[in-house]
């Protein structure tokens, strides 16, 4: 398959050889950061606690600017033209790009959780136990996110700011207030996911059970790479004279 | 007229120049004060880019409305005076933090738009080869988008203020209770959009790319507050009053309770305990930073 | 987008399109068989702009160029004609399908855009490579390296696109669409940014890949370079077309059309006596500050001035022809 290896090689160099991702490492170094300040200062921040945050917090931010711009930079700007004018089926750029920025996320979500893991409270098992548990949540949520902000910006070129509005507001604000969108939530499907991963008493509030939150995390998956690829059939160039 | 050879021809087209009158400088700051407000709300654009302030206005400004209703006809239905008003939650106290996340959502996706096509596009070397001087420039676009945040939050409070009096058993009585509140909406608003505006707009001057530009504007607006908060339930009093003084969002959230006299709702502030003083200083180092920021890159960007 | 119907768009400029120009025209080399690509009374709009306005032709084997200024809608045409953009109304076929939603027709098609953006972070080589290895060529290596050195790039193929000159990257892109060995290459302004050398080399390459039987189709306002390798012109200006055909043809039929040339000699007026005796000349003006010679034979005044000055042992210091370029050609198309 050197086509969806080419693809590949060419979207995780555009990815990673920026500013940006940079400036995403130190996001997800945050929380260790936090952690540590907190070991230092001897007290404990609760570990689930931390975890959580990086999953309301990191998570969606860092799938959101590799989602959105694993295929949608190109499109703004006119170079997925050197992809697209060529006989490759639409699937499988979809899914060369989705893999690539949902590995990327995983990757640094997996790496932020342990880490910050490890610095609050290394010794108990259960600690890590819990952190492998967010950890493997994580990246199933990085690629839900992933399809879901890649989707996006092949439809539209504010995507980044549309998933803003998504995570900020409905994942956030109507959560607390409409529990009815709870169910319509990645961030509360990976939450119970890890409440499943974890072991017994971790206390996280799920408002889904496991088999609504696999199911969500599955029609997410499938259906927004479905989506991106048919919408991306249907592609047109802008800003030609 | 057409002609036509043997192996080509020429086709006929019509086309006609312009010779207009020309208007002069302080109309091209009214113009570009006129776009940048036009442009924050996606008028004058196509449908997408109005998706964005539609969703985002309309959260905000539909609780407001579903508030009011709620309230007058609860009054209509005769509860006892101040009863549904006090248990509301929507007030005119606590309307603006309600808002918060929205105004600071719309700030970083129109702001962007505003400041950032004409970088991406080269079309600054228009704007300056006109009767436009660069700080205008920077100046009209600032306008532009402080009135818009000023409507995106003050629509709202107008909302709740002229349904609480319409809705009144005692009309006059009530204006003059509400009447109190008019110098409070005004000055925080007043402050939200100057304060907001400005900072926002100062980080995208930097950069034509809208991704940047908006995810280090959620950076500043939304996840230092985090930090902040962090920081406090760690018990680290000394960080807390820093961030208190730096974050834009907690020192809204202070002058929002010193004018309407309550209490801040967040950490933050709660832990600082600074004298009110601070935060307007603050506030206004803030703006004047950010302001200067703006009009000097504007000055020495290259076009 | 909205896709109204064609009636929706201006009326008033549908029907003098439609009133003045032939159903569709023809270049000037027939081709065997059917047309490489054939452009059937197609239209594109963005709302209320109507970026190309109910043009027809077809292509066939040979170089044809696409004449026409910034705003034409020659990067329009050139996209639908690629299958990236879809027309709004009429057909595009391409070898005989239809271009919009033909993932396979990429085989045979090679396109080079205008746009400036490339992937920075790849070295020449890599990105010729990268376009080889998405066309599945079964030895992408051999075919890169043989592109590379058709536009000659070998010195710098190993460097990051981002840091190669406006030219270089054009060439880069031309070897990424050249690399699959394309029956069509569609070119859009290819020659921005080269310097003359490398433009003479590129047109060379063109004509003798056109010479193989393959259809080529550039766009460009520069005049002298659809003169030099072009078979056939279209002229496209607001959208429309305004000229087809062969490029000689288009240039008679607008002999009319007085040239003005500012002439700095060093005795205006007895040069002025001298060239009003010429057939060719039937207009002097010595009211400015040079002489304005107005003729309606570009070459044969060309040839005449010189001797006419000898002959009078005047000397010239300066002659510039005032309306050669492509602007004025169109605002002649464009009065008419």
Redesign the interface.
């Given at each position: 398959m050197?086509?969806l290896a080419?693809?590949v090689e060419?979207t995780l160099?555009?990815l990673l050889?920026r500013r940006r991702t940079a400036l995403l490492i130190l996001l997800a170094a945050l929380p260790v950061i936090v952690a540590l300040l907190a070991r230092i200062g001897g007290r404990s921040p609760g570990e689930e606690s931390l975890f959580e945050a990086i999953v309301r917090t990191v998570l969606p931010l860092v799938a959101l600017v590799f989602g959105t711009s694993a295929l949608g930079s190109e499109l703004d700007?006119?170079?997925a033209?050197?992809?697209?004018?060529?006989?490759?089926?639409?699937w499988q750029v979809v899914l060369a790009k989705a893999g690539v920025a949902g590995s990327l996320t995983g990757g640094l979500v997996v790496a932020s959780t342990l880490g910050s893991g490890l610095m609050a409270g290394a010794p108990a098992s259960g600690t890590l136990a819990t952190g492998l548990g967010f950890a493997v949540a994580a990246a199933i949520g990085s690629f839900a996110y992933v399809a879901l902000f890649l989707a996006a910006s092949v439809i539209t070129s504010r995507a980044l700011i549309l998933g803003l509005i998504y995570t900020l507001i409905w994942e956030g604000a109507l959560a607390g207030i409409l529990e009815g969108t709870r169910q319509f939530s990645i961030r509360e499907a990976t939450l119970a996911l890890a409440a499943a991963f974890a072991p017994a008493g971790s206390g996280i509030d799920g408002g889904l059970d496991l088999a609504g939150a696999v199911g969500l995390v599955g029609v997410v998956i499938v259906g927004g790479l479905a989506l991106a690829t048919w919408r991306l059939?249907?592609w047109?160039?802008h800003?030609?004279? | 007229?057409?002609?036509?050879?043997?192996?080509?021809?020429?086709?006929?087209?019509?086309?006609r120049g312009y010779d207009g009158p020309r208007l002069g400088r302080r109309h091209a700051i009214r113009a570009l004060f006129a776009h940048s407000l036009r442009a924050c709300y996606g008028i004058g654009r196509?449908g997408r880019a109005k998706l964005a302030p539609i969703i985002l206005g309309g959260f905000a400004t539909i609780p407001a409305i579903v508030g009011v209703g709620v309230l007058a006809l609860a009054r209509q239905m005769g509860a006892p005076g101040g009863m549904v008003e006090e248990a509301s939650p929507i007030q005119h106290a606590t309307y603006f933090g309600i808002i918060a996340t929205l105004v600071m959502l719309f700030c970083a996706a129109q702001v962007p738009e505003v400041l950032g096509r004409d970088q991406r596009f080269n079309l600054l070397s228009l704007y300056f080869s006109r009767a436009l001087r660069r700080v205008d420039y920077a100046v009209a676009r600032l306008a532009g988008i402080v009135a818009a945040v000023l409507v995106f939050v003050i629509l709202p409070q107008a909302i709740i203020f002229l349904g609480l009096v319409l809705s009144a058993p005692d009309v006059g009585a009530e204006f003059g209770r509400e009447a109190a509140f008019v110098p409070p909406i005004l000055g925080q608003g007043l402050l939200m959009s100057v304060l907001l505006g400005s900072v926002s707009a100062a980080i995208a001057s930097f950069t034509p790319r809208r991704l940047y530009a908006t995810t280090a504007i959620i950076v500043i607006l939304a996840v230092v507050p985090v930090i902040g908060g962090v920081l406090v339930r760690l018990g680290t009093p000394d960080l807390a009053r820093l961030v208190a003084l730096v974050s834009p969002m907690d020192i809204l959230d202070a002058t929002n309770a010193i004018l309407f006299g309550t209490t801040a709702g967040g950490d933050v502030i709660a832990e600082a305990g600074l004298p009110d003083q601070a935060y307007f200083a603050a506030a206004a180092i803030l703006i004047a930073a950010a302001i200067a920021i703006l009009v000097r890159r504007f000055q020495r960007i290259a076009a | 987008m909205t896709d109204a119907p064609p009636t929706q768009a201006p009326p008033s400029t549908r029907e003098?399109?439609a009133a003045?120009?032939?159903p569709i025209?023809r270049p000037?080399m027939p081709g065997p068989g059917a047309p490489v690509v054939e452009v059937d009374h197609v239209s594109r709009w963005y709302?209320n702009v109507v970026?190309v306005n109910d043009i027809s032709f077809t292509l066939a084997p040979g170089v044809t160029g696409l004449l026409g200024p910034?705003?034409?809608?020659?990067?329009?045409l050139l996209?639908m004609i690629?299958?990236?953009?879809?027309p709004s109304a009429g057909q595009v076929g391409v070898l005989g399908q239809a271009a919009w939603?033909n993932?396979?027709?990429?085989?045979r098609?090679g396109?080079v855009?205008e746009?400036e953006?490339?992937?920075p972070?790849?070295t020449g080589r890599e990105f010729v490579a990268?376009?080889a290895?998405?066309?599945?060529l079964p030895d992408?290596d051999r075919a890169t390296a043989a592109a590379i050195r058709t536009v000659d790039l070998e010195g710098a193929a190993d460097r990051p696109i981002g840091t190669y000159s406006k030219g270089m990257r054009q060439r880069a892109k031309i070897a990424?669409a050249l690399v699959h060995d394309p029956q069509i290459l569609l070119l859009d302004e290819p020659f921005n940014g080269m310097d003359p050398r490398q433009r003479l080399h590129m047109i060379a390459l063109l004509r003798a890949m056109a010479a193989e039987g393959r259809t080529i189709l550039f766009s460009s306002h520069i005049l002298e370079e659809v003169e030099r390798l072009a078979d056939?012109i279209l002229v496209v200006?607001?959208g429309?077309?305004?000229?087809?055909?062969?490029?000689r043809?288009?240039r008679?039929?607008?002999t009319d059309r007085p040239h003005t040339f500012l002439v700095r000699s060093s005795d205006d007026r007895r040069l002025a006596a001298a060239l009003v005796d010429e057939t060719a000349v039937f207009g002097v003006d010595l009211s400015g500050e040079r002489l304005a010679v107005s003729s309606s034979e570009f070459g044969a005044f060309t040839r005449l001035l010189p001797r006419v000055a000898r002959d009078a042992r005047i000397s010239l210091f300066e002659v510039t022809p005032t309306d050669d370029s492509l602007e004025s050609v169109f605002a002649y198309?464009?009065?008419?």
């Open positions: 050197t086509v080419t693809i060419v160099r555009a050889g700007d006119g170079t033209v050197y992809i697209l004018a060529k006989p490759i089926a639409r059939a249907r047109e160039v800003g030609t004279d | 007229m057409t002609a036509s050879g043997a192996a080509g021809s020429i086709y006929d087209l019509g086309y196509g | 003098t399109a003045a120009q032939p025209a000037l709302g970026a910034n705003g034409a809608g020659k990067s329009t996209h690629a299958g990236l953009l879809r939603q993932t396979a027709m990429y085989r098609i396109l855009p746009r953006a490339v992937y972070f790849l990268m376009n290895r998405l066309q599945r992408a990424g056939s200006y607001a429309r077309l305004a000229a087809s055909g062969n490029f043809e288009i008679r039929l607008m198309l464009v009065r008419r």
